[in-house]
């Protein structure tokens, strides 16, 4: 039912990139899309059962707003984002590209959520959309999981997190048909909300974020998304900001691909940490980089 065009990404062993770190790792690319980044499965999935005379309204800091948008846009829904006033502009632009109405709103993705929730509250033509809250998106997401057992025996698979869609949607297919394989969950030092949630078995907050992973920082979990992390999520690490510009570069160097820090998180991980088995995969979740970071990850090696 998905859309193909988001459909069986690449996926491969990179010689280089497994001699760098030191293990074999299976690289699952979710880039090579309209929307930069693996949003569009669970959004397409999720509209797909919209009622298309209401307009869909969400907050995100860029990729999930472009994953609506795209989707909205081929079924004639009109889609409104509350993003933060610092939004990535790459982001912003490309939202706007694809037919969205932005409202920038907030200091950080969370505040822009509570604006977003309040306008529908007072709008009744409109739903709220939440990344993390509906299975629809979930499910949509965890394709992914599907086709990366297709590899054969994995130990693990490193999955990024933010609202934890794509995690438990992989967690729920991989759990079922390869239980030994451990999932893992991986998310900024700046931005621990997730990981912290997880290991306390309930919702945390943190007062603030501060992390260049805009993709994955979290402040507010959804609540729903940390119960159902419970029982299909074997760890969570966290990871430095320097680990995820060595993670970008490492992944322009051997892959030839140019990762927004939530997408490198992943590969940022498995170099960092000391995690179990010898065959990993992993999700390069987005590129959509912010200019800011360009000259930092491209930058001539001192």
Known sequence: MIDPVFLNSPQYFDEELCAALGRRVLVKVETA???????????DFFVRGFETNR??????????????????????????VFAATDVNPVKLARMKALGAEV????????????????????????????DGEDPAISEGAGTIGIELLREGNLDAIVVPVGDAA?????????????????IIGVCPKGAPAMAES??????????????????????????????RMKGLVDDMVLVSEESLLDAMRL???TLGLLLEPSGAAGLAAIREHELPGDRIATILTGSNVHPAL?????APAS
């Not at 200091?107 to 007072?122: C, L, W």
């Not at 360009?294 to 491209?298: A, H, M, N, P, Q």
């Open 294 to 298: 360009i000259g930092k990850v491209l």
């Open 103 to 130: 409202t920038l709103v907030g200091s950080d993705f969370d505040a822009a959520k509570e604006h977003a929730r309040s306008y529908v509250a007072q709008n009744t033509d409109c739903v709220f959309v939440e």
């Open 33 to 43: 899309n309209p929307i930069r980044s693996f949003k569009g499965r669970g959004a």
């Open 198 to 227: 997880w290991r306390a078995g309930r919702m945390i907050t943190t007062e603030n974020v501060d992390t260049i992973a805009d993709g994955i920082y979290v402040r507010v979990p959804v609540p729903t998304a940390v119960e």
């Open 251 to 253: 992944a322009a160097t």
């Open 166 to 182: 794509l995690i438990t949607g992989i967690a729920c297919w991989v759990k079922n048909r390869s239980p030994r394989t451990r």
């Open 55 to 80: 307009k869909a309204v969400c907050a995100s800091a860029g990729n999930f707003g472009q994953a609506i948008a795209y989707a909205g846009r081929s079924r004639g829904i009109p889609v409104e």
